[in-house]
């Protein structure tokens, strides 16, 4: 069974930075497709970013240019580098995995950025 731990959510400063890690386990990680969202209370779980399994990435626009996602298949690992923070950013933001036979997501890490 697929399980994913996502981690480094925290409180910073507006214009500060964090790196939120996921782990997964119990699958072949580089054959997933794996992705970053996030969920601001009172709002739609939205996509921040995605990661094939050959490494290309999308963004939302509204973290394009701050944002920055990357695999280490050999750590079975994402990260999502989040520069320049505005409170806007606030949110769970959760791992999710995919492949041809499930869809599977953490259970989320809260960032909470100031003004």
């Known amino acids: 069974q697929v399980q994913l731990v996502e981690s480094g959510g925290g409180l910073v400063p507006a214009g500060g930075s964090l790196r939120l890690s996921c782990t997964v386990s119990g699958t072949i990680f580089s054959s997933n497709t794996m992705g970053w969202y996030r969920q601001a209370p009172g709002k739609q779980r939205e996509l921040v970013a995605v990661i094939t399994s050959i490494g290309s990435t999308n963004y939302a626009d509204s973290v394009k240019g701050r944002f920055t996602m990357s695999r280490d298949n050999a750590k079975s690992t994402v990260y999502l580098q989040m520069n320049s923070l505005k409170p806007e950013d606030t949110a769970v933001y959760y791992c999710?995995?995919?492949?041809?036979?499930?869809?599977?997501w953490g259970q989320g890490t809260q960032v909470t950025v100031s003004s």
């Open positions: 999710n995995a995919r492949n041809w036979k499930y869809d599977t």
